[in-house]
């Protein structure tokens, strides 16, 4: 890969990543626009884990409550910080069960631009709508039960096709379960950890085997281009959700699919 496609590959995850408009539908269409080569799942869990060092950045307090509420659930101690560790274990488990059962089907048959036309757009309405229904909503993180936790992490099982979005489909769920904006997001974002974690722990371990060392000078450099991006997008989108919706990223999505719908019927790409 030569240095242009790392910036704009890491660029792009670190905007989208945190954003409800799908990195991994970005990640795909970026190779379909330009003419690139597919960069792969490889170097798509690089800049996630870039991603992932911002989200620890921003939300260093709620990290720090983790893992005390970790060390809790050890010591078999209960408390705040327990349960809220154990509510992001919980979420997380529906996706890595089904992820791994999938992860070849994701890999291969799960990429193509008709679906993501699809996907972005009608995941799209249906964040207006929990948006729309959630504008007098004052819920906040502590007041999620442990069947709301199970329904968001059912939820994000979808993100797992290109398109949906993690971060849209479980801050879908989360408005519709009765949190205020911000703590949708926030939750959301949190819940990203692990699975995130996840994924860049086994292609690390990847990469080691492989014994490329210019693939991994590669993925360094998409991970640090891609933390700056996604801290700049968590901040820029936690501040403007104190004040305003969801509904710029909904009006995104929907451009976006009729764009490239028009370029699939131009001949441009590919379906």
Do not use: C, N
């Amino acid at each position: 890969m030569d240095i242009l496609q790392i910036v704009v590959l890491a660029i792009v995850q670190g905007i989208t990543e945190f954003l409800p408009i799908s990195s991994s539908a970005h990640l795909i269409l970026v190779p379909v626009l330009t003419g690139w080569q597919d960069q792969g799942l490889l170097m798509d869990v690089a800049v996630h884990v870039g991603t992932l060092l911002a989200v620890i950045a921003y939300f260093r307090r709620d990290v720090l409550r983790l893992i005390r509420g970790g060390f809790q659930v050890l010591g078999l101690r209960y408390g705040p910080d327990a349960r809220l560790a154990l509510q992001i274990v919980v979420a997380t488990i529906p996706v890595v069960i089904v992820g791994f059962l999938m992860k070849d089907l994701i890999a291969t048959e799960l990429r193509s631009t008709t679906l993501i036309i699809a996907t972005t757009a009608g995941f799209g309405l249906l964040l207006a709508l929990a948006d729309w229904r959630a504008r007098t909503a004052r819920g906040s993180m502590p007041d999620l039960g442990w069947r709301e936790v199970i329904i968001i992490g059912l939820a994000q099982v979808l993100a797992l096709v290109p398109g949906v979005s993690r971060s849209g489909i479980t801050i879908t769920a989360a408005l519709f379960l009765g949190l205020r904006r911000t703590e949708a997001a926030r939750f959301s974002l949190l819940l990203s950890i692990p699975t995130i974690l996840g994924a860049g722990t086994l292609a690390g371990l990847e990469l080691v085997r492989s014994g490329d060392a210019a693939l991994q000078i590669d993925a360094v450099l998409a991970a640090g281009l891609a933390f700056a991006s996604a801290l700049a997008a968590i901040t820029a989108m936690m501040t403007w959700l104190k004040q305003a919706s969801f509904m710029p990223f909904v009006v995104y999505r929907l451009l976006l699919a009729a764009f490239l719908a028009l370029l699939i019927v131009l001949g441009l790409i590919g379906g």
